[in-house]
């Protein structure tokens, strides 16, 4: 089992470029996430899904968008990238909505 | 929506000693509080978690306290090892169901050889 995973590793953007990022997990999960880290900020919630076909908005989902299409992945877009946008994006799943087991994390630099 | 405040952000301690990490949330309708672990670069991993029927949960060296009328939960491991030092994050669920949660803005703990 490889777990949750996410691609790319690192990703350099010039502001307005757009991007996807991928998240895919062979857990069977209902429940899947993507948060953003940044220094002092903990990690905040940008759209989750309980299911799929189905996304909803978290604390900081301005500028972001989202799909689930298949049960085990979670797309997360950026449209129009801004330096504010600069992050460590992590992706997460959860079989029931309790514990969330998360993938590596994907360090975003918007220029 | 949810608000959830950790204190303190940095916290020092001599291995062997006993570290405390403290919480508070807003939401009287939570009632899931799990509590993550994050060892520089590396990604969060989950170490305990407590329902709001219950006030205490152990685990070995970890243990997590819960006051609900003061709305209020703790993190508290003994006899801290090197291996301990990371940054903690506590969470609440709120009113939505303990499918998703807000996190605290975490608690990097240094444990001294």
């Known amino acids: 089992n490889a777990g949750v995973t996410q691609t790319p590793k690192f990703r350099v953007l010039k502001t307005g470029q757009s991007m996807t990022l991928l998240c895919a997990q062979d857990m069977n999960h209902e429940y899947m996430y993507w948060y953003r880290q940044d220094p002092g900020m903990g990690l905040r919630l940008i759209h989750y899904s309980v299911g799929e076909g189905t996304t909803a908005k978290g604390e900081v989902p301005d500028g972001y968008n989202v799909s689930r299409l298949k049960k085990q992945n979670f797309l997360l877009g950026l449209e129009s990238a801004a330096p504010s946008q600069t992050s460590v994006y992590f992706c997460?799943?959860?079989?029931?909505?309790?514990?969330?087991?998360f993938g590596p994390g994907t360090r975003l630099t918007v220029l | 929506g949810e608000n959830v405040e950790q204190h303190p952000s940095t916290l020092s301690v001599q291995e062997g000693d006993s570290a405390v990490i403290k919480c508070t949330y807003s939401d009287s309708a939570s009632n899931y509080f799990p509590w993550y672990k994050q060892e520089l670069g590396k990604r969060p991993q989950l170490i305990i978690d407590i329902r709001s029927n219950v006030g205490e949960k152990k685990d070995q060296r970890i243990a997590v306290t819960l006051n609900k009328t003061a709305k209020h939960f703790s993190l508290h491991i003994t006899e801290t090892q090197p291996e301990d030092s990371a940054v903690y994050f506590c969470?609440?669920?709120?009113?939505?169901?303990?499918?998703?949660?807000?996190f605290g803005t975490g608690t990097k703990l240094q444990v001294i050889p």
């Open positions: 969470a609440a669920s709120g009113s939505g169901g303990y499918q998703k949660v807000t």
């Open positions: 997460a799943s959860s079989y029931r909505g309790d514990e969330q087991f």
